[in-house]
């Protein structure tokens, strides 16, 4: 009996303390002024592949992912502009970002180029070859637009002149690979981070100006200036940097100018609302709000100023790659690798800390497995099919004079759209190009088993080979990056010990009978 008034006292107490940490929460939104809710607007779902990147302009979305394509969206509906999604790239695309004006959109991706688009026609404006053709890993422009940066795999930092679309400067930082960019809101200093874990500054002549060494155990995973500059008493210039790693932190940094060479850097807060590696952050355009994703499958915002934890999110089935908020409305996108990108509201009321129901405005065309034969195995009967169950009867006849089959269908670009089957409308090569996109991942959306598909091309391997790293590749696909991209691992971006390519047979038999049994 006194055991079990004993228990009953813990548990009225354990209430109490919870009710009293409730309401000392409340006090401080109150006085912090961050009183708001969040609540999922709408979940859209054009990729076939893993979300890497996701940023806004100021009527824009874009995203891009390892399926190879980027896609806008209007921020008016979310709806996909006709142009989209871009295709350019030969391999995943590992980040995305707006010109400041918003005109143009850089994406960067494994096959070791930055590719400028127009945002007004969704066409190809420049292709930027990183130096040392290594992989590029991440972009940013300057907020001043006289710059772009991007970093590559193997430790390279490139920065071009974005009025002349040239070469600046470039620097190095070698046995790393640089994961994390971000300008200071001056334009004149800008801060890299690696693989290796650390936090570099640099001017526009590629000067070293600051090394934070082991910012994160084991890696940085993204950095972001807020927006503003600020100033302290004495008069030097200050900004606020988020970093992130795979420690599972989110570190808020003061970084003081104290003259044109003299960079310090201080660490303001520590903040630890997710369990696993926080994969990405973002500031508010007004610097009030911090967002971040984690490998724990949660999104978290925070007060920036004081670090506080406003509200975790639970929409996305599998790790946040991507967060960003909107520079003109109170709304920020996640991405995930479950495909996905949530796009959410911040809405001033109560506060509010539920759960929040999913809601999809976006439900996205299923791929109809109308021929049980691979694509590439189709007759022209076969694509003609699949063209009418498309809904693109209106490119049928083009289709049909030039005698296209399934191998043919999948070779096609934007490009031989218009020069061979001479389709004039930029909207619909647009959306003959998204079908196509969407029925070479169809493998994936259909059960493929991830091991039979090549981690390069994302699809069904016909001659897998086994390189040094130790991961299946199809032949074509390992040699070509090989030859071109400088022997590294595409799966770790370490070196390469050796070229030798040994055939899988095992796997390749397990592909046939797969294949086969569909």
Known sequence: MFIRCFQISRCLADVQMYCRCKRL??????????????????????????????????????????DKSICVFSTGDFSEMAFSPLSGHGYGVHCCCFSPCGRYLASCSTDATTVLWDMDTGEIEAVLEHPGRSPVRVCAFSPDSSYLMSGGSDGTTALWDFTSRTLHKSGSVSDTSIVACSFTPCSQLFITGSSYGDLRLWD?????????????????????????????????????????????????????????????????????????????CAYSADGQMLVS??????????????????????????????????????????????????????????????????????????????????????????????????????????FRSNNMDGEELLSLTKETLSSDLHIESLGVRSKVMKKIEELKMSSVCNGTPDEYLCPITRDIMRDPVIAADGYSYEREAIESWINTKNRTSPMTNLPLQTTLLTPNRTLKMAICRWTTNQ
């Open 25 to 66: 929460q409340r006090e401080r939104e109150r006085e912090t002024g961050a009183v708001e809710m969040v609540s999922l607007m709408c979940t859209l779902q054009t990729h076939r592949d893993d979300v890497n990147c996701c940023v806004f302009s100021g009527s824009l979305l874009a995203t891009c992912s390892a």
């Open 204 to 280: 526009l002549n590629m000067n070293h100006l600051h090394a934070e060494k082991n910012a994160h155990d084991l890696g940085v995973s993204c950095c972001q200036f807020a927006p503003q500059t600020m100033k302290d008493a004495d008069g030097c210039v200050q900004f606020r940097l988020a970093s992130c790693g795979q420690d599972s932190l989110l570190k808020i940094w003061i970084v003081f100018r104290v003259s044109t060479a003299d960079v310090k850097m201080k660490l303001a807060h520590t903040l630890t609302g997710q369990s696993a590696p926080v994969l990405s």
């Open 293 to 398: 994703g984690s490998v724990d499958k949660t999104v978290t915002v925070y007060q920036a100023n004081e670090g506080v934890l406003l509200y975790t999110l639970n929409q996305h089935d599998r790790y946040v790659t991507a967060c960003a908020f909107s520079p003109t409305a109170a709304i920020i996108a996640t991405g995930s690798m479950d495909k996905t990108v949530n796009i959410w509201r911040v809405e001033d009321g109560a506060s509010a800390h539920d759960d929040i129901a999913s809601v999809s405005s976006n439900e996205g065309s299923s791929i109809r497995a109308h021929c049980r034969r691979m694509v590439s195995e189709w007759s022209e009967e076969d694509v003609l099919s699949w063209l009418r169950e498309e809904g693109l009867e209106a490119v049928m006849d083009a």
